[in-house]
Every structure is written in structure tokens, then in C-alpha cells.
């Protein structure tokens, strides 16, 4: 008899610790919202392009941007337009690369299904004995269905401020 209830315990335990690996396997890879091929929805985004000292009537073509993204559990890598080079963020705090340049001073947060990247972009220029820098802030959202990327970039400079945010829309290819 007690040959049988070890057993009985010994199989409960085993589906218990498989139940939790499959649980935690599943909300693994949910977090990985990130992932795939998105194309930019010219219709839904505004760059800002038609506000602030350069006003141009009509989206240029340059804007027309496709986004290859691969995500693991410690980074984010981002390869747009079929680009050689990609931008890599580290989500665990190390520093980042951003596409054909060294590592930067680059701060990246990952909420869910937010991505907040805050860079600071050394300009040609100095004030005070010091490089100026221009704070460039992009906040990535994906939807709760995954089908669309918004992305809202905003950047701070010494000669001023970006007038609004830019929003680009990104629909996820099936």
C-alpha cells in the first residue's frame, strides 16, 4: 500500500512541475511581441514633416520603411529596409548598437508590450568645451491583437525640440 501512494505522489508531482514548465514556457514566449516583418502604414502615420521649419507637401518616398525584427529574452534586433547593418538593443542594460555606428549611449526599457529607447546623439558641433548631444526618445508600442507597431519618436537638442512627435504605424506581415 505504500508502494502505491508514493507512486500516486511521485506522478502528481511529476505533472505538477510539467504544468509550471509549460505555464512558464507559454508566458515566455508571449513576451516576444516584438517579432517579424512590419511595414509601415503611410496612411496611418505622421511624421511631423508637414509642421516645423522644413514643411513638405507631400510623405517622401524615403518613408516608405519595412522593419525586420528578431527578439530574444535579452535583446532586440531591428533591420529596416533590407539594410547589411542592424540596430541592436540590449535589454539588459548593456550598452547598444545602433545600425553602422559604435555603441552609444543608449538606454532601453521593455514593459510588456511597450519598448521605450531614450539615445543621446553627439552632434558635429561643441558647447562649452563639450560635444552637444541631441536626445532622441522613441516609444514602440505593439497592439494587444500584434498586428500593429506604433512608434512615437521625439528628440531635444540645443538649437530646440522636435514641434510634436512623429508617429509611424507598422501593420505585422502574416
Do not use: H
Request: glycine content about 6%; some cysteine.
Amino acid at each position: 500500500m505504500k508502494f502505491v501512494y508514493t507512486t500516486i505522489w511521485i506522478l502528481l508531482l511529476v505533472s505538477f512541475c510539467f504544468a509550471q514548465d509549460a505555464k512558464s514556457k507559454k508566458k515566455s514566449n508571449s513576451s516576444l511581441r516584438f517579432n517579424g516583418t512590419w511595414v509601415l502604414n503611410r496612411s496611418k502615420s505622421d511624421t511631423g514633416l508637414d509642421k516645423g521649419p522644413l514643411v513638405f507637401k507631400e510623405k517622401p518616398e524615403f518613408l516608405d520603411a519595412t522593419l525586420v525584427i528578431v527578439q530574444t529574452e535579452s535583446e532586440i534586433c531591428v533591420t529596416e529596409n533590407g539594410e547589411t547593418e542592424s540596430s541592436i538593443y540590449d535589454l539588459n542594460g548593456e550598452a547598444s548598437s545602433i545600425a553602422g555606428k559604435t555603441k552609444s549611449n543608449i538606454s532601453v526599457k521593455l514593459k510588456k508590450r511597450k519598448l521605450t529607447i531614450i539615445s543621446f546623439i553627439p552632434l558635429l558641433y561643441k558647447i562649452g568645451g563639450k560635444t552637444a548631444q541631441m536626445e532622441k526618445k522613441e516609444i514602440w508600442t505593439v497592439s494587444k491583437d500584434g498586428k500593429t507597431l506604433k512608434q512615437k519618436i521625439s528628440w531635444k537638442a540645443p538649437f530646440g525640440a522636435s514641434p510634436a512627435p512623429s508617429v509611424k504605424v507598422f501593420n505585422k506581415e502574416m
